[in-house]
C-alpha cells in the first residue's frame, strides 16, 4: 500500500518561499511510469493542480504558477519536495501530494488518475 506524508510549515510570511516535502512509502518514486504531483485547494475553493515529477526526473508545472514554482526530489530518502517562491495571502491552502497513475502499453500511454494521496497540510501565508 502507498502511502504519502506531506510536511513542512504550517506558517510561512509574505514574499517568502514555501517548501514542502512528501515522503512516500510503500513504493518508489522512481518506478516505471509514475508522476508525483502537488495539489492546493485554497480555503472555500476548488483544487488546482501545482506541477509534478516523474519517475523519470522531469518536471512539469501549471502555467499559471510555473513562474515560482520548484519540484525536486531526493530518491535516497523516497521524497519529493515542492517549492513556491514570493508567497502571498492567496497562496494560504491545504497542500497535497499524489501519484498519477500512469501506464505505457506500447506507444500508447494511460492515465487513470491520481490513485493516492497524502492527507494534506494547511499553510498560512501571513505576517
Known amino acids: 500500500q502507498v502511502q504519502l506524508q506531506e510536511s513542512g510549515p504550517g506558517l510561512v510570511k509574505p514574499s517568502q518561499t514555501l517548501s514542502l516535502t512528501c515522503t512516500v512509502s510503500?513504493?518508489?518514486?522512481?518506478?516505471?511510469?509514475?508522476?508525483w504531483s502537488w495539489i492546493r485547494q485554497p480555503p472555500g475553493k476548488g483544487l488546482e493542480w501545482m506541477g509534478a515529477i516523474a519517475y523519470s526526473g522531469s518536471t512539469y508545472y501549471s502555467p499559471s504558477l510555473k513562474s515560482r514554482t520548484s519540484i525536486s526530489r531526493d530518491t535516497s530518502k523516497n521524497q519529493f519536495t515542492l517549492q513556491l517562491s514570493s508567497v502571498t495571502p492567496e497562496d494560504t491552502a491545504v497542500y497535497y501530494c499524489?501519484?498519477?497513475?500512469?501506464?505505457?502499453?506500447?506507444?500508447?500511454?494511460?492515465?487513470?488518475?491520481?490513485?493516492?494521496w497524502g492527507k494534506g497540510t494547511l499553510v498560512t501565508v501571513s505576517s
Open positions: 510503500g513504493g518508489s518514486i522512481t518506478t516505471n511510469y509514475y508522476y
Open positions: 499524489a501519484r498519477d497513475n500512469v501506464v505505457v502499453a506500447g506507444l500508447t500511454t494511460y492515465y487513470y488518475g491520481m490513485d493516492y
